[in-house]
């Protein structure tokens, strides 16, 4: 076991290198298995989530090759429709494996999906999108048993724009008979990634991006070279590091309008932004001023994957900030801990009230998710003295070279074994 000292209080300076999307790679890389040629994909982050998912490529009889930060995955041999326990626990992404299973085996058989514990977390509209391309489900001793004679296209009508749902529904679709087409789809830019490489595999799906999203099946699929998009939940957590800070940071690889939300609450925060092209250019005095209310959305709304880190920052900042956590019911858990760090937080079901105070004082800290994990980090560069942050394999599912890049922009922490 491993835990973060760190030692609070710096400004931090530099340019920082974002990885491709956790959340567009692990959907890739269960689509991998819908053509027997060989898959390639660029720019792959070093994260226990991606290892967990190349794990489960494995379990079901794919070669993987892992070259730096390149992955190829070739699914020719691949055997199993099934996946084992230990391996659907790990990771909440082992459910993108069900269409895909489907489309390739025509069954699939997977037991509940863990992933970081924030709330009820279902995957009912996954099932039920699946079943209206004509999917025959049984839940049974804690499995999902899933079998189909044909996958065949259907109008499917998401009572919520889950993006997890869309993409399972969009990777069951791409071989199956005839157009389906997702209503109140997500429009995550992750979803669109996802659009532009099936469609570099030769699928027909149009409309990613915006509510409805059509996807005329096709008979096969082909091999592909890809590089993802920049994880913008990367690129807004060390913004948000500047931002509370200090300092000045260069974020690139990831376009402002992927976190325009963000960019808009940092500028009323009192942050100067400049962007060109994949450039974000952030300066900040480290002395902030709060914005009333930040309720987190689907996308283009304010991403609930930045709600704890945006927290952190308002922590310190001058007056109080209403956050309000629309998405996933228990995601304040590491309020309690930045409160051992001085922070002022009240927490009501979905909503905090976070009043900004002076300082923060350093701590011993404990991760309790991906998210809540990263905005520890944050608060404890923010704070005086010196703190440690323990459980750092939740921050290790999400974040690559996470102290090698914040050590780059000058912050000091290091990793120390337990
Ligand atoms: C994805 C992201 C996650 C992000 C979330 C919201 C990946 C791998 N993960 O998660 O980082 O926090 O989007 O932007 O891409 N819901 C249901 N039934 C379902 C599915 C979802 O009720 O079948 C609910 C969830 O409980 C939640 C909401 O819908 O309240 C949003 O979930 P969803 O968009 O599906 O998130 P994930 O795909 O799990």
Do not use: W
């Amino acid at each position: 076991m491993d835990k973060y000292i760190i030692n609070g209080g710096e400004k931090l300076c530099g340019s920082v290198e974002i990885q491709s999307a956790k959340n567009t790679v692990l959907p890739l890389l269960a689509a991998s298995i819908l053509t027997d040629e060989p898959v390639k994909i660029r720019g792959v982050p070093m994260i226990n989530d991606v290892e967990s998912m190349l794990h489960i490529l494995t379990e079901v009889g794919c070669k993987i090759q892992r070259k730096k930060d390149c992955a190829l995955i070739d699914s020719a041999g691949a055997v199993s429709h099934e996946i084992p326990t230990r391996l659907t626990k790990e990771l909440r992404s082992s459910v993108f494996m069900l269409g895909p299973l489907l489309s390739r085996f025509h069954r699939a058989k997977i037991s509940y999906p863990g992933g970081c514990d924030i709330g009820l977390r279902p995957i009912d509209l996954h099932l039920s999108g699946l079943k209206r391309l004509g999917v025959e489900i049984v839940e049974k001793d804690g499995y999902i048993h899933c079998e189909t004679k044909k996958l065949v296209g259907a109008e499917i009508l998401l009572d919520f724009p889950s993006v997890g749902a869309t993409e399972n529904i969009m990777l069951a679709a791409v071989k199956a008979e005839g157009i389906t087409v997702i209503r109140n789809a997500a429009k995550e830019p992750e979803i669109v990634d996802l659009q532009r490489f099936l469609n570099a595999m030769g699928a027909k799906v149009c409309g990613a991006g915006g509510g409805t999203i059509a996807i005329e099946g096709v008979k096969r699929l082909r091999g592909v070279d890809f590089v993802p998009i920049g994880d913008r939940i990367e690129a807004g957590t060390y913004l948000i590091a500047v931002a509370s800070c200090g300092g000045e940071i260069e974020t690139r690889g990831v376009p402002p309008e992927n976190i325009a939300a963000l960019l808009h609450k940092l500028r009323e925060n009192g942050c100067k932004i400049y962007t060109k092209n994949d450039k974000i250019i952030l300066t900040s005095d480290g002395r902030l001023r709060s914005v009333d209310i930040v309720e987190t959305m689907p996308f283009p709304g304010f991403p609930t994957d930045l709600q704890a880190q945006y927290t952190a920052l308002c922590a310190t900042a001058k007056g109080s900030t209403l956050i309000v956590e629309n998405l996933f019911e228990t995601r304040y858990r590491y309020a309690a801990e930045l409160k051992r760090m001085g922070a002022d937080i009240t927490v009501r079901g979905r909503t905090a009230c976070v009043r900004g105070v002076e300082k923060l004082h350093g701590a011993c800290v404990t991760a309790g998710d991906l998210r809540g994990g990263a905005a520890l980090v944050l608060a404890a560069l923010k704070a005086e003295g010196q703190s440690s942050v323990v459980e750092l394999s939740y921050i290790d599912r999400g974040y690559g070279e996470f102290e090698e890049k914040l050590k780059k922009l000058g912050a000091k922490i290091r990793r120390v074994r337990i």
